[in-house]
Every structure is written in C-alpha cells, then in structure tokens.
C-alpha cells in the first residue's frame, strides 16, 4: 500500500486528514487512536469497500477503486472488530468452502493457541457452534476468526482490534508466531492496546 493525502469526511464531519503512508511486503504497520477517530473507517478504505474519500490509495501501484471486489478478496484477509461465526464446526468456520485437511485445521489452531482449548471439546475441531460462537469466550472468538483469516493464504491481513479480549501472555504468543510464519504477509493491525502494536515497523496514530 502506498497512502498519500488522505482525508475522509462523513456528514459534514471530518473523520481524519492528510494520512500518510507506505507499507512493503513483509511489513506491518499499526493503526491507533481514539474511538471515533476512523480507524475502522480507515480499514474499509483499504479493504475497497468505499470510495468517498479525498486522496490516494495505491495497491501494488493502482489506485484501489481500480480493482473488482473479486481482485480484493484475492489478496486481503479481513478480521473485523465483531468476530462472525457461522451455526457450523469449528472446522468449517475456519476453512469455509476450501477443502482443508484435518492435520492443517490443527496446525492452524495451534498457530493461534486454541489448540489446547478446542481438544477438551468432546468433537474437538468437529464441534458445532451456534450463530454467534454462543460456547466460546470473547477470545476463543477471536483466536478462531484469525485462524479463519490465516487459511484464507492471502498476501494482506487486516486485523481490526481482534486481540482486545485475549490475555497480553497469549497475545505474545500470536504475535512471535505471525513474525515467525508469515514473514511474507503484509499486516495492518488496528489496536488500542500499545502491546499489540510493539513489532510494527510503522504506527500511525488517527
């Protein structure tokens, strides 16, 4: 991504101006400031799910609005603020329609330290969850919506405040695993917590 004046203003009222920046391959940037400032606001930008703003964003070198969703979708992985679990197994709320072994559903949980929690379930990864992840805690939630993001394999991950409800010592965890695993995945992490944000090369505060 490469970022440059830009302002976004919704019913009169400014939400930011003049952000700048520039994200590489590998790199993560992080994204702080108050409730309200837009930095969610901000992810949509990047995502391409809205086009009325002031300035430029550039993937890969073409302004975002260029591309198809489709195109999007290819390349960036999204974790929202509210984690969305489907009425289905823990299996299949982390591979959705791709077809993805039992050994790497697995490697996937153990990547986001659920593992361990998902094996005392009599069905373990089989387990069938209601809508809204009702037998799951805030974190588990979370954990399972970035092992979901994780499976996707997309080159971009945009992490909007998904480890507010996990504890800092599991947190790390994640953390030292995603430097480790995807050295290759560009990451834009939104956070309120500093801790969150203390391996990116780049925070900018809205």
């Known amino acids: 991504y490469k970022v440059s004046n830009l302002s976004f203003k919704q019913e009169a009222q400014t939400k930011f101006t003049n952000v700048n920046f520039e994200i590489k391959k590998g790199q993560w940037l992080g994204v702080k400031g108050a409730i309200g400032s837009g930095k969610s606001t901000?992810?949509?930008?990047l995502l391409g799910l809205r086009d009325d703003y002031q300035g430029s964003i550039l993937l890969y070198g073409k302004e975002i609005s260029s591309y198809s969703m489709s195109e999007l979708r290819g390349s960036i992985s999204y974790v929202p603020q509210k984690n969305f679990l489907f009425a289905d197994t823990i299996k299949n709320n982390i591979a959705l329609s791709n077809d993805i072994s039992g050994d790497k559903i697995?490697?996937?949980l153990q990547q986001v330290d659920i593992k361990?929690?998902?094996s005392?379930?009599?069905?373990?990864?089989n387990t069938l969850l209601g809508e809204w992840g009702v037998n799951l805690s805030g974190g588990q939630k979370q954990r399972l919506s970035i092992a979901r993001a994780l499976a996707q394999n997309k080159n971009i991950l945009i992490l909007?405040?998904?480890?507010?409800?996990v504890d800092t010592v599991t947190e790390e965890k994640i953390l030292q695993m995603l430097k480790e695993k995807y050295k290759d995945t560009?990451?834009?992490w939104v956070a309120h917590r500093d801790s969150t944000l203390r391996y990116c090369e780049q925070v900018i505060e809205l």
Do not use: H, P, Q, R
């Open 120 to 125: 005392l379930f009599k069905n373990t990864y």
């Open 106 to 108: 697995e490697d996937y």
């Open 42 to 45: 901000l992810m949509e930008l």
């Open 116 to 118: 361990e929690d998902v």
């Open 160 to 165: 909007d405040d998904c480890l507010s409800a």
């Open 186 to 188: 560009t990451i834009i």
